[in-house]
């Protein structure tokens, strides 16, 4: 299986900071990545696919980059509703993968 | 709008079978991949398996032996019944869609259903 790891695992951050999440993989899996945002007792929410492509309904503050096995989930201005803990998902590898999440506070 | 509502038992006994159900609403079951995805309380998600519209499958070799997904397109429905189940199998199981155009990522996801395992 392929790993995940994501890295920082806790955030504190403040409104308008920038953020940027890392998610490394053991292999190389091309661009078959997702981000999702989870809130406390809520089903995660795509927010990025194929490593960069933004989901329909999606901020543009959200933005992804990456290939290989390195991929990075950024915020360029966290507001309020952004709080929560984020996964990155690898999809070019049965079986399909999460990492172990990062959450993200408030400072 | 799509919708995934998620049924069945909130407690299952150990060595029993856990089997749940997902409706589709809002649109059809045809053409997409329909995953199960479950998280233990306060930890991460686990990727279970999918089952396309056709009827095939693909399952988490770490759940294989024990995994069964069943699709019925008539009533835009699909299942999962996962035999023998242990303390370990107690989480949060979500059914989300995928689309092959989307590499198979989850866009939709029904609310979770907490099943629990214990005697």
């Known amino acids: 299986d392929i790993q995940l790891t994501q890295s920082p695992s806790f955030l504190s951050a403040s409104v308008g900071d920038r953020v940027t999440i890392t998610c490394r993989a053991s292999?190389?899996?091309?661009?078959?990545s997702a981000w999702y945002q989870q809130k406390p007792g809520k089903a995660p929410k795509l927010l990025i696919f194929?490593?960069?492509t933004l989901q329909i309904g999606v901020p543009s503050r959200f933005s992804g980059s990456g290939s290989g096995t390195e991929f990075s989930l950024t915020i360029s201005s966290l507001q309020p509703e952004d709080f929560a803990t984020y996964y990155c998902?690898?999809?070019?590898?049965?079986?399909?993968?999460f990492g172990g999440g990062t959450k993200v506070e408030i400072k | 709008q799509v919708q995934l509502q998620e049924s069945g038992p909130g407690l299952v006994k150990p060595s029993e079978t856990l089997s749940l159900t997902c409706t589709v609403s809002?649109?059809?079951?045809?053409?997409?991949?329909w995953s199960w995805i479950r998280q233990p309380p306060g930890k991460g998600l686990e990727w279970i398996g999918y089952?396309?519209?056709?009827?095939?499958?693909n399952y988490n070799p770490s759940l294989k032996s024990r995994v069964t997904m069943s699709v019925d397109t008539s009533k835009n429905q699909f299942s999962l019944k996962l035999r023998s189940v242990i303390a370990a199998d107690t989480a949060v199981y979500y059914c989300?869609?995928?689309?092959?155009?989307?590499?198979?990522?989850?866009?939709?996801w029904g609310q979770g259903t907490l099943v629990t395992v214990s005697s």
């Open positions: 989300t869609r995928g689309e092959f155009e989307q590499m198979l990522v989850s866009d939709y």
């Open positions: 809002g649109g059809s079951i045809r053409s997409y991949y």
């Open positions: 089952i396309y519209y056709s009827g095939s499958t």
């Open positions: 292999q190389g899996i091309s661009s078959y």
């Open positions: 194929a490593s960069s």
């Open positions: 998902q690898q999809l070019g590898s049965y079986p399909f993968t």
